[in-house]
């Protein structure tokens, strides 16, 4: 069924064991927030893997060398509000220097459209790669509204990584943003008809601040 999705599902044990947690409904809101700044920690780093590297010079206590540092401009990370700013201390944790944009968009309880109400984007977009972080990619409406909102500020190189997915969603930005890798840690089976993915999680911003 998952066949044709273009997406990196990271089944690191550690992912997957603290998701089993966060899925659980008895698990409250301190426990879900820590877990889901671990898991974006741990896929932080399993995304980062190639980013390129140059050589620079510099001398230790004992000699000088060359060595490696990251090529290019500081790394951006777009949190999705709110949810998606659940994802940003545990990116932080692993690339501190990043630089850190904001996209404001809630879902229509009716219709499932995006509605954007904030954004506010490092300088120099364009020079940067930017990596969207939302928990949630459901129908796909938020994570491809805001690439798109990206793209329309200059940017061009995007990733996407998301914690659980819905195949409607992957494929909706496989299809409208075929350039942007996607990396989830599950593709769960489908959507309700209230746009939540089953089995999911549930409603990742209620749950990370406690709004239920
Ligand atoms: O099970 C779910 C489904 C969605 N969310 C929230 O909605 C958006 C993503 O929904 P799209 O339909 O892909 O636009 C996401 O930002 C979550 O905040 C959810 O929490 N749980
Ligand atoms: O996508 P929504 O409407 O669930 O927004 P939030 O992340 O603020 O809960
Ligand atoms: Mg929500």
Redesign the pocket.
């Known amino acids: 069924m998952n066949e044709n999705l273009k997406v990196t599902v990271i089944d690191h044990p550690l992912v997957q064991h603290k998701l089993t947690i966060m899925r659980r409904k008895e698990t409250g809101s301190n426990e879900f927030r820590q877990l889901l700044r671990e898991i974006a920690m741990l896929m932080g780093y399993e995304i980062t893997r190639n980013f390129p590297l140059e050589d620079v010079e510099i001398e230790t206590p004992v000699a000088k060398c060359t060595a490696k540092r990251i090529a290019g401009k500081k790394v951006g990370i777009v949190p999705?509000l709110?949810?998606?700013l659940g994802m940003l201390d545990g990116m932080l944790d692993i690339v501190p220097a990043a630089r850190v944009g904001h996209i404001g968009?809630?879902?229509d309880p009716k219709t499932?459209?995006?509605v954007e109400y904030y954004c506010k984007l490092p300088s120099d977009v364009a020079d940067r790669t930017l990596i969207v972080v939302?928990?949630?990619?459901?129908?796909?409406?938020?994570?491809?509204?805001a690439l798109t909102m990206l793209k329309e500020h200059g940017a061009k190189s995007l990733i996407l990584m998301c914690l659980?997915s819905?195949p409607e969603?992957v494929r909706?930005v496989n299809k409208e943003h075929p350039d942007v890798p996607v990396y989830v840690a599950a593709v769960d089976d489908h959507?309700n008809d209230k746009?939540?993915?089953?089995p999911?999680?549930?409603?990742?911003?209620?749950?990370i601040f406690g709004t239920l």
């Open positions: 999705i709110r949810a998606g968009l809630y879902r499932l459209k995006p939302d928990p949630m990619l459901a129908t796909g409406g938020s994570s491809s509204a659980v819905a969603g909706v959507l746009g939540y993915i089953v999911g999680l549930g409603d990742a911003g209620d749950r």
